[in-house]
Protein backbone atom coordinates (compact mmCIF):
# COMPACT_ATOMS: atom_id res chain seq x y z
CA UNK A 1 0.00 0.00 0.00
CA UNK A 2 1.43 3.19 -0.77
CA UNK A 3 1.15 6.60 1.16
CA UNK A 4 -1.88 7.97 -1.20
CA UNK A 5 -3.85 4.57 -0.62
CA UNK A 6 -3.52 5.12 3.61
CA UNK A 7 -6.34 5.79 5.70
CA UNK A 8 -5.96 7.85 8.68
CA UNK A 9 -7.75 6.46 11.81
CA UNK A 10 -11.16 7.82 12.82
CA UNK A 11 -11.49 11.26 14.21
CA UNK A 12 -12.57 11.06 17.42
CA UNK A 13 -13.55 13.76 20.07
CA UNK A 14 -11.19 12.96 22.68
CA UNK A 15 -11.83 13.67 26.69
CA UNK A 16 -9.73 17.32 27.67
CA UNK A 17 -7.25 15.12 29.85
CA UNK A 18 -3.65 16.02 30.90
CA UNK A 19 -1.25 13.20 31.76
CA UNK A 20 -3.37 11.88 34.88
CA UNK A 21 -6.58 13.52 34.73
CA UNK A 22 -8.90 16.28 33.06
CA UNK A 23 -7.45 18.71 36.43
CA UNK A 24 -3.96 18.35 36.81
CA UNK A 25 -1.44 20.73 38.65
CA UNK A 26 2.11 19.92 39.12
CA UNK A 27 4.17 22.06 41.90
CA UNK A 28 7.57 23.36 40.83
CA UNK A 29 9.92 25.66 42.57
CA UNK A 30 10.46 24.43 46.19
CA UNK A 31 11.47 20.74 47.88
CA UNK A 32 9.93 17.70 47.33
CA UNK A 33 8.43 18.05 51.35
CA UNK A 34 7.00 21.31 51.31
CA UNK A 35 5.14 19.90 48.05
CA UNK A 36 3.95 17.62 49.96
CA UNK A 37 2.48 19.50 52.92
CA UNK A 38 1.11 22.03 50.92
CA UNK A 39 -0.78 19.14 49.24
CA UNK A 40 -1.68 17.56 51.74
CA UNK A 41 -3.30 20.71 52.94
CA UNK A 42 -5.89 21.10 49.94
CA UNK A 43 -6.39 17.51 49.67
CA UNK A 44 -7.34 17.65 53.33
CA UNK A 45 -9.79 20.74 52.59
CA UNK A 46 -10.89 19.33 49.43
CA UNK A 47 -11.59 15.60 49.39
CA UNK A 48 -15.25 15.79 51.27
CA UNK A 49 -16.57 17.37 47.52
CA UNK A 50 -14.14 16.33 45.37
CA UNK A 51 -12.26 13.10 44.67
CA UNK A 52 -8.72 14.13 44.82
CA UNK A 53 -5.57 12.44 43.68
CA UNK A 54 -1.92 12.93 44.19
CA UNK A 55 1.14 11.62 41.98
CA UNK A 56 5.20 11.58 43.44
CA UNK A 57 7.79 8.98 43.30
CA UNK A 58 9.87 7.49 45.98
CA UNK A 59 11.87 9.51 48.04
CA UNK A 60 15.28 7.19 49.17
CA UNK A 61 17.69 8.29 51.68
CA UNK A 62 21.42 8.45 51.24
CA UNK A 63 22.83 4.47 50.40
CA UNK A 64 19.39 3.58 49.82
CA UNK A 65 18.62 0.99 47.18
CA UNK A 66 15.12 0.40 45.20
CA UNK A 67 14.27 -2.72 46.10
CA UNK A 68 11.45 -4.63 43.91
CA UNK A 69 8.85 -6.34 46.46
CA UNK A 70 9.14 -10.37 46.16
CA UNK A 71 6.22 -11.30 44.34
CA UNK A 72 7.66 -8.53 41.34
CA UNK A 73 11.01 -10.12 41.82
CA UNK A 74 10.12 -13.45 41.31
CA UNK A 75 8.52 -12.15 37.68
CA UNK A 76 5.30 -11.05 38.33
CA UNK A 77 4.27 -8.55 36.48
CA UNK A 78 1.59 -7.17 38.61
CA UNK A 79 0.62 -7.28 42.55
CA UNK A 80 -2.07 -6.27 44.88
CA UNK A 81 -1.48 -6.08 48.97
CA UNK A 82 -4.90 -5.48 51.15
CA UNK A 83 -3.17 -3.37 53.47
CA UNK A 84 -6.16 -3.60 55.69
CA UNK A 85 -6.74 0.53 55.61
CA UNK A 86 -6.24 0.58 51.98
CA UNK A 87 -5.62 -1.42 49.32
CA UNK A 88 -2.09 -1.18 47.11
CA UNK A 89 -0.81 -1.56 43.60
CA UNK A 90 2.68 -2.89 42.36
CA UNK A 91 3.65 -2.89 38.90
CA UNK A 92 7.12 -3.87 37.47
CA UNK A 93 7.11 -0.96 35.09
CA UNK A 94 5.97 1.81 34.98
CA UNK A 95 2.25 2.90 33.46
CA UNK A 96 2.34 5.42 30.61
CA UNK A 97 0.03 8.26 30.15
CA UNK A 98 -2.93 6.18 29.03
CA UNK A 99 -2.86 3.82 31.87
CA UNK A 100 -2.37 6.39 34.56
CA UNK A 101 -5.45 8.34 32.76
CA UNK A 102 -7.20 5.41 33.04
CA UNK A 103 -6.30 4.66 36.91
CA UNK A 104 -7.26 8.44 37.88
CA UNK A 105 -10.81 8.28 35.79
CA UNK A 106 -12.70 8.49 38.98
CA UNK A 107 -10.60 11.27 39.83
CA UNK A 108 -11.68 16.02 39.78
CA UNK A 109 -8.37 16.86 40.72
CA UNK A 110 -4.55 15.40 40.60
CA UNK A 111 -2.08 17.25 42.30
CA UNK A 112 1.30 15.94 40.85
CA UNK A 113 4.71 16.93 42.15
CA UNK A 114 6.45 18.37 39.50
CA UNK A 115 10.17 17.54 40.54
CA UNK A 116 9.26 14.37 39.38
CA UNK A 117 6.04 14.84 36.87
CA UNK A 118 4.49 16.67 34.66
CA UNK A 119 1.05 18.22 33.65
CA UNK A 120 -0.66 20.39 31.61
CA UNK A 121 -0.96 23.04 34.37
CA UNK A 122 1.45 24.73 36.87
CA UNK A 123 2.07 26.18 40.46
CA UNK A 124 5.35 28.12 40.63
CA UNK A 125 6.90 28.14 44.00
CA UNK A 126 9.49 30.79 44.12
CA UNK A 127 11.52 29.59 46.79
CA UNK A 128 15.52 30.93 47.10
CA UNK A 129 16.86 28.19 48.13
CA UNK A 130 15.51 26.33 44.90
CA UNK A 131 15.80 28.86 42.52
CA UNK A 132 18.55 27.09 40.46
CA UNK A 133 16.45 23.83 40.52
CA UNK A 134 13.52 25.69 38.96
CA UNK A 135 15.47 27.53 35.90
CA UNK A 136 16.14 23.68 35.45
CA UNK A 137 12.65 23.42 34.44
CA UNK A 138 11.48 26.91 33.20
CA UNK A 139 10.54 25.00 29.87
CA UNK A 140 7.85 23.06 31.57
CA UNK A 141 6.37 26.79 32.56
CA UNK A 142 3.47 26.65 29.74
CA UNK A 143 0.85 26.52 31.34
CA UNK A 144 1.30 28.96 34.80
CA UNK A 145 -2.03 29.35 37.14
CA UNK A 146 -0.75 30.46 40.16
CA UNK A 147 2.48 31.61 42.17
CA UNK A 148 3.26 31.05 45.65
CA UNK A 149 5.65 33.22 47.28
CA UNK A 150 8.10 31.80 50.48
CA UNK A 151 9.08 33.76 53.35
CA UNK A 152 12.64 34.79 51.42
CA UNK A 153 10.94 35.90 48.41
CA UNK A 154 9.28 38.95 47.54
CA UNK A 155 9.09 39.30 44.23
CA UNK A 156 8.64 37.15 41.08
CA UNK A 157 12.16 35.59 39.44
CA UNK A 158 13.80 37.70 36.74
CA UNK A 159 14.21 34.59 34.44
CA UNK A 160 10.20 33.29 35.25
CA UNK A 161 9.04 37.03 34.28
CA UNK A 162 10.96 36.36 30.55
CA UNK A 163 9.22 32.42 30.58
CA UNK A 164 5.75 32.92 31.78
CA UNK A 165 3.79 35.63 28.94
CA UNK A 166 1.07 37.71 31.85
CA UNK A 167 2.19 36.35 34.93
CA UNK A 168 1.68 40.05 36.72
CA UNK A 169 -2.04 38.66 35.71
CA UNK A 170 -1.80 35.89 38.06
CA UNK A 171 -2.92 35.31 41.29
CA UNK A 172 0.08 35.44 43.58
CA UNK A 173 0.28 34.37 47.30
CA UNK A 174 1.89 33.55 50.11
CA UNK A 175 2.77 30.14 50.29
CA UNK A 176 1.35 30.33 54.14
CA UNK A 177 -1.91 31.82 53.09
CA UNK A 178 -3.53 28.32 53.08
CA UNK A 179 -6.88 29.50 53.17
CA UNK A 180 -6.53 31.06 49.72
CA UNK A 181 -4.61 28.47 48.37
CA UNK A 182 -7.57 26.22 48.74
CA UNK A 183 -10.14 28.52 47.56
CA UNK A 184 -8.15 28.92 44.57
CA UNK A 185 -8.43 25.48 43.55
CA UNK A 186 -11.98 25.13 44.71
CA UNK A 187 -12.89 28.17 42.01
CA UNK A 188 -10.64 26.35 39.27
CA UNK A 189 -12.94 23.05 39.93
CA UNK A 190 -16.01 25.24 39.95
CA UNK A 191 -15.33 26.58 36.96
CA UNK A 192 -14.46 22.97 35.57
CA UNK A 193 -18.12 21.76 35.99
CA UNK A 194 -19.03 19.46 33.18
CA UNK A 195 -22.22 21.15 31.15
CA UNK A 196 -25.07 19.56 31.59
CA UNK A 197 -26.75 17.85 27.98
CA UNK A 198 -29.94 16.30 27.87
CA UNK A 199 -30.29 12.86 26.14
CA UNK A 200 -34.01 11.21 25.42
CA UNK A 201 -33.91 7.65 24.84
CA UNK A 202 -36.40 6.91 22.07
CA UNK A 203 -34.22 4.12 20.06
CA UNK A 204 -36.05 1.03 21.22
CA UNK A 205 -38.03 -1.06 19.45
CA UNK A 206 -40.97 -1.96 21.75
CA UNK A 207 -41.74 -5.18 21.22
CA UNK A 208 -43.66 -5.76 24.55
CA UNK A 209 -45.62 -2.38 23.94
CA UNK A 210 -46.42 -3.54 20.29
CA UNK A 211 -45.78 -0.33 19.35
CA UNK A 212 -43.40 2.44 19.22
CA UNK A 213 -43.07 3.93 22.91
CA UNK A 214 -41.77 7.40 21.69
CA UNK A 215 -44.07 8.46 19.43
CA UNK A 216 -47.17 7.72 21.73
CA UNK A 217 -48.87 11.00 23.00
CA UNK A 218 -49.33 10.92 26.45
CA UNK A 219 -49.68 14.52 27.04
CA UNK A 220 -50.57 15.52 23.15
CA UNK A 221 -47.55 15.45 22.00
CA UNK A 222 -45.30 12.44 20.99
CA UNK A 223 -43.46 11.34 23.83
CA UNK A 224 -39.85 11.88 22.84
CA UNK A 225 -40.95 15.52 21.81
CA UNK A 226 -42.21 16.16 25.49
CA UNK A 227 -39.21 15.08 26.94
CA UNK A 228 -37.05 16.94 25.15
CA UNK A 229 -38.73 19.85 25.36
CA UNK A 230 -38.99 19.40 29.17
CA UNK A 231 -35.41 19.05 29.11
CA UNK A 232 -34.83 22.22 26.81
CA UNK A 233 -35.23 23.94 31.04
CA UNK A 234 -32.72 22.60 32.64
CA UNK A 235 -29.93 21.23 29.69
CA UNK A 236 -27.43 23.36 27.41
CA UNK A 237 -28.02 21.02 24.99
CA UNK A 238 -30.77 18.26 24.19
CA UNK A 239 -30.41 15.26 21.78
CA UNK A 240 -32.92 12.72 21.29
CA UNK A 241 -31.33 9.07 20.81
CA UNK A 242 -32.20 7.02 17.97
CA UNK A 243 -31.24 3.92 15.63
CA UNK A 244 -29.66 5.47 12.57
CA UNK A 245 -32.79 4.00 10.50
CA UNK A 246 -35.01 5.84 12.72
CA UNK A 247 -33.64 9.48 11.94
CA UNK A 248 -35.37 10.40 8.49
CA UNK A 249 -38.79 9.74 10.02
CA UNK A 250 -38.30 12.12 13.10
CA UNK A 251 -39.52 15.64 13.15
CA UNK A 252 -36.67 17.99 11.92
CA UNK A 253 -37.21 20.67 14.80
CA UNK A 254 -35.57 18.47 17.19
CA UNK A 255 -31.42 17.35 17.56
CA UNK A 256 -30.74 13.63 17.04
CA UNK A 257 -27.78 11.42 18.35
CA UNK A 258 -27.96 8.03 15.85
CA UNK A 259 -26.58 5.60 17.83
CA UNK A 260 -23.09 4.83 16.93
CA UNK A 261 -22.41 1.67 19.62
CA UNK A 262 -25.20 -0.37 17.72
CA UNK A 263 -27.42 -3.31 19.55
CA UNK A 264 -26.63 -2.11 22.89
CA UNK A 265 -30.03 -0.57 23.78
CA UNK A 266 -29.66 2.07 26.11
CA UNK A 267 -26.27 1.31 27.05
CA UNK A 268 -25.03 1.41 23.63
CA UNK A 269 -26.90 5.14 23.09
CA UNK A 270 -25.18 6.17 26.44
CA UNK A 271 -21.81 5.76 25.13
CA UNK A 272 -22.68 7.22 21.89
CA UNK A 273 -23.46 10.50 23.54
CA UNK A 274 -20.10 10.19 25.22
CA UNK A 275 -18.26 9.53 21.85
CA UNK A 276 -20.26 12.56 20.45
CA UNK A 277 -19.09 14.90 23.89
CA UNK A 278 -17.06 12.95 26.34
CA UNK A 279 -16.10 16.61 28.54
CA UNK A 280 -19.85 16.71 28.81
CA UNK A 281 -22.07 15.22 31.46
CA UNK A 282 -25.47 13.69 30.05
CA UNK A 283 -28.75 13.80 31.90
CA UNK A 284 -30.59 10.69 30.50
CA UNK A 285 -34.37 10.31 30.49
CA UNK A 286 -36.07 6.81 28.92
CA UNK A 287 -39.13 8.07 26.88
CA UNK A 288 -41.49 5.22 28.68
CA UNK A 289 -42.16 8.22 31.52
CA UNK A 290 -45.07 9.19 31.63
CA UNK A 291 -45.57 10.42 34.63
CA UNK A 292 -42.12 12.32 34.80
CA UNK A 293 -42.22 15.81 35.45
CA UNK A 294 -39.85 19.26 35.77
CA UNK A 295 -40.32 19.25 39.47
CA UNK A 296 -38.45 15.26 39.35
CA UNK A 297 -35.92 16.54 37.44
CA UNK A 298 -35.34 19.60 38.99
CA UNK A 299 -34.61 17.65 42.07
CA UNK A 300 -31.93 15.10 40.70
CA UNK A 301 -30.41 18.20 38.97
CA UNK A 302 -29.97 20.05 41.97
CA UNK A 303 -28.59 17.11 44.25
CA UNK A 304 -26.15 16.61 41.27
CA UNK A 305 -22.87 15.19 42.74
CA UNK A 306 -20.07 16.03 40.12
CA UNK A 307 -17.37 13.96 42.32
CA UNK A 308 -19.66 10.91 41.49
CA UNK A 309 -19.83 8.32 38.67
CA UNK A 310 -23.53 9.32 38.49
CA UNK A 311 -26.76 10.72 39.91
CA UNK A 312 -29.61 9.20 39.75
CA UNK A 313 -32.79 8.10 42.10
CA UNK A 314 -33.79 5.02 44.42
CA UNK A 315 -36.01 2.85 42.59
CA UNK A 316 -39.01 3.26 44.67
CA UNK A 317 -39.51 -1.02 43.88
CA UNK A 318 -36.45 -2.93 44.65
CA UNK A 319 -34.39 -0.27 46.26
CA UNK A 320 -31.76 -0.25 43.21
CA UNK A 321 -30.31 3.02 41.13
CA UNK A 322 -32.54 4.02 37.95
CA UNK A 323 -29.88 3.69 35.36
CA UNK A 324 -32.81 5.21 32.28
CA UNK A 325 -33.44 8.95 34.54
CA UNK A 326 -30.10 9.11 35.56
CA UNK A 327 -26.92 12.03 35.38
CA UNK A 328 -23.94 10.38 34.24
CA UNK A 329 -20.56 12.39 34.65
CA UNK A 330 -17.91 11.80 32.12
CA UNK A 331 -16.12 10.28 34.78
CA UNK A 332 -18.47 7.10 34.03
CA UNK A 333 -17.49 7.05 30.42
CA UNK A 334 -14.09 4.78 30.35
CA UNK A 335 -16.20 3.30 33.32
CA UNK A 336 -18.89 2.21 30.94
CA UNK A 337 -16.79 1.08 28.53
CA UNK A 338 -14.55 -0.78 31.23
CA UNK A 339 -17.63 -2.78 31.65
CA UNK A 340 -18.31 -3.54 28.20
CA UNK A 341 -14.96 -4.93 27.73
CA UNK A 342 -15.95 -7.52 30.22
CA UNK A 343 -19.06 -8.11 28.55
CA UNK A 344 -21.96 -6.09 30.87
CA UNK A 345 -24.30 -3.95 29.11
CA UNK A 346 -26.28 -3.13 31.78
CA UNK A 347 -26.18 0.61 33.22
CA UNK A 348 -27.82 -0.83 36.25
CA UNK A 349 -24.84 -2.83 36.82
CA UNK A 350 -22.52 -0.10 36.18
CA UNK A 351 -24.69 2.01 39.21
CA UNK A 352 -24.60 -0.57 42.09
CA UNK A 353 -20.61 -1.19 41.15
CA UNK A 354 -19.28 2.25 41.17
CA UNK A 355 -19.07 5.53 43.20
CA UNK A 356 -22.53 7.02 42.65
CA UNK A 357 -24.68 9.85 44.55
CA UNK A 358 -28.54 8.11 45.33
CA UNK A 359 -31.18 10.14 45.95
CA UNK A 360 -34.95 9.38 46.83
CA UNK A 361 -37.45 11.00 44.65
CA UNK A 362 -39.80 13.51 45.71
CA UNK A 363 -42.80 11.87 43.66
CA UNK A 364 -41.86 7.97 42.87
CA UNK A 365 -44.81 8.04 40.55
CA UNK A 366 -42.69 10.09 38.35
CA UNK A 367 -40.11 6.65 37.88
CA UNK A 368 -42.95 4.41 36.65
CA UNK A 369 -42.48 3.01 33.43
CA UNK A 370 -44.79 1.77 30.92
CA UNK A 371 -43.73 -1.36 28.81
CA UNK A 372 -46.82 -3.28 28.09
CA UNK A 373 -50.34 -2.05 26.85
CA UNK A 374 -51.68 -3.28 30.10
CA UNK A 375 -49.26 -0.67 31.95
CA UNK A 376 -50.46 1.98 29.12
CA UNK A 377 -54.15 1.34 30.14
CA UNK A 378 -53.24 1.52 33.79
CA UNK A 379 -51.63 5.31 33.22
CA UNK A 380 -54.26 6.76 31.32
CA UNK A 381 -56.13 6.13 33.68
CA UNK A 382 -53.70 8.15 36.31
CA UNK A 383 -53.82 10.68 33.71
CA UNK A 384 -57.41 10.83 33.73
Given amino acids: MNSQEHKKHSVLARPSYGNFGRQEWAFLGTSCGTIKTLADSIIAALSPIYACG ?3 AQHL ?8 PARLEA ?17 KQSPNSFRFREMFSEVDMVL ?15 DENKRASLQKRVAQLNNVQLILLTHSVTEVFDFVQQAVPGWQELPTLKITDTTEIVSFFKKQLQ ?33 RYFVADMLQGFCQNVFISCRPEQSAS ?51 IEN ?17 PEPLITIWEPKSYPVLLSFLAQGYTCPRKVLRNSPINLIKPINPEALLNVN ?13
Avoid at 62 to 67: C, P, R, V
Avoid at 75 to 91: H, K, R, W
Avoid at 191 to 218: H, I
Fill in 304 to 320: RAVSATATTFESPHDGF
Fill in 372 to 384: TPQEAEEVKQKLG
Fill in 191 to 223: NATPVLNGLVLAGGKSVRMGQDKGAMAWHGKEQ
Fill in 75 to 91: GALVEYTDQITYGQFSY
Fill in 112 to 126: VNGNHQQAKAQVIIL
Fill in 61 to 68: KDQEEAIL
Fill in 54 to 56: YVD
Fill in 250 to 300: LSNTYRYLPDSFTDLGPYGAILSAFREQPDAAWLVIACDLPLLDAKTLQHL
